[in-house]
């Protein structure tokens, strides 16, 4: 495995990332797998030299940071030499089989869920501690906005990711899922105004799907900022047949 530093930090990550969404709970999608083999497959990937691993907690509405904090407890991966990352914005559900991170606000609100989604201050602490509470770590070595936040001023939202990093709770700071011209004005306003800036983007891009070389990776570039394509495969279009993917059951 080699590694490379995350945009212009001193971070190094590896160059394949393990991506958690498909750990946690069958019960939230059908092609998640169980805790027990989430852990042997986590565990795999430490031993061929991944040390970084990316989660939300969206996935399995919890669950998947739960088993990845279990993995790390359990296989004895050592804190200093592995890189944990998750995310924030969407709701996490109080049921595992409910959706809610592609519903709209008044459903979130009108369901209990006011003030637990988006990217204002209180939301961002509160998904932090519990983050860390499924986790059961000290502290997130790369906390990614999953979203941008149409509804929360900028200034906020940049203040609140720059207290939790100056709190100790989060190392590092990250986008995802956003417009260039969002990423550029909240990186903007982070520089401007001595805060912490974003280090990572998290981007849907691939050899299908290349939008992003029109404005977001040039904007990645001029501010020193790594990019973490999250749809590298192309959710499986570019190692399957058209009749393995129409195969597939679809439950989102």
């Not at 083999?37 to 970084?52: R, V």
């Not at 988006?118 to 000290?138: A, N």
């Amino acid at each position: 495995m080699s590694y490379v530093t995350l945009g212009s930090s001193g971070l190094k990550i590896s160059k394949i990332i393990l991506g958690c969404a498909v750990y946690g709970s069958p019960d939230w999608y059908s092609w998640v797998q169980n805790e027990e083999e989430s852990i042997k497959q986590i565990k795999a990937a430490y031993d061929a030299g991944i040390n970084t691993f990316d989660t939300a907690n969206v996935y399995s509405n919890g669950q998947s940071e739960v088993v990845l904090g279990k993995a790390i407890k359990q296989e004895n991966l050592p804190r200093d030499g592995i890189v944990v990352m998750t995310k924030v914005f969407h709701p996490v559900s109080r049921y595992m089989h409910e959706h809610l991170d592609g519903k709209a606000t008044e459903y979130a609100d009108t369901h209990r869920y006011v003030n637990q989604y988006g990217l204002s201050r209180k939301h961002i602490f509160d998904s932090i501690k519990k983050s860390l509470e499924r986790l059961q770590l000290d502290y997130i070595d790369v906390l990614h906005c999953q979203e941008y936040d149409t509804s929360t001023p900028i200034h906020e939202t940049m203040k609140a990711l720059h207290d939790v990093v100056q709190l100790g709770w989060v190392r590092y700071v990250g986008m995802s899922n956003c417009r260039a011209w969002q990423f550029h004005v909240m990186q903007n306003y982070a520089v401007v105004n001595h805060l912490t800036p974003f280090i990572s983007m998290q981007n849907d891009y691939n050899l299908l799907y290349r939008e992003d070389e029109n404005e977001m990776l040039p904007t990645l570039k001029y501010f020193g900022v790594g990019s973490i394509p999250w749809t590298s495969l192309a959710r499986g279009a570019m190692v399957m047949t058209l009749d393995q993917q129409f195969a597939l059951p679809y439950d989102g």
